[in-house]
């Protein structure tokens, strides 16, 4: 059911662009269905509309990390890293565990 209705939304032509809110749950159920290069691009698409929004540059890094979009993922770190320094060097930190999974 939950991959249903995550292809219902992306195809969805009621989802306005400007509905951050939205394109990021979106990703956010990507993301638990490893569609690691969709999920990346519906955070993009988020991030557009609330770029100060540090968790979601982190989601965004992990999904290119995890869909093997090396420049992408050091791009996300590094404005994560403007955004919030702390957790940005905790995403780093953390990064072998994250390929384990």
């Known amino acids: 059911r939950h991959l249903a209705a995550v ?5 969805s032509t ?5 509905e951050s809110k939205a394109w990021a749950l979106l990703a ?3 993301a638990h269905l ?6 990346a691009a519906h955070f ?8 100060y929004n540090a968790t979601w540059w982190l989601d965004l890094a992990e999904a290119c990390f995890h869909g093997g ?5 050091q791009a996300a ?3 994560l890293d403007a955004l ?5 060097k905790e995403a780093r930190a953390f990064k072998p565990r994250r390929a384990a999974r």
């Open 28 to 30: 956010i159920s990507e």
């Open 69 to 73: 979009m090396e420049a992408a993922y």
């Open 14 to 18: 009621m989802l306005k662009a400007d």
């Open 84 to 88: 919030d320094p702390k957790l940005a």
């Open 34 to 39: 490893q569609r690691w290069k969709d999920s």
């Open 7 to 11: 292809e219902a939304l992306s195809k």
């Open 77 to 79: 770190l590094t404005k």
């Open 44 to 51: 993009e698409i988020a991030l557009r509309y609330q770029p």
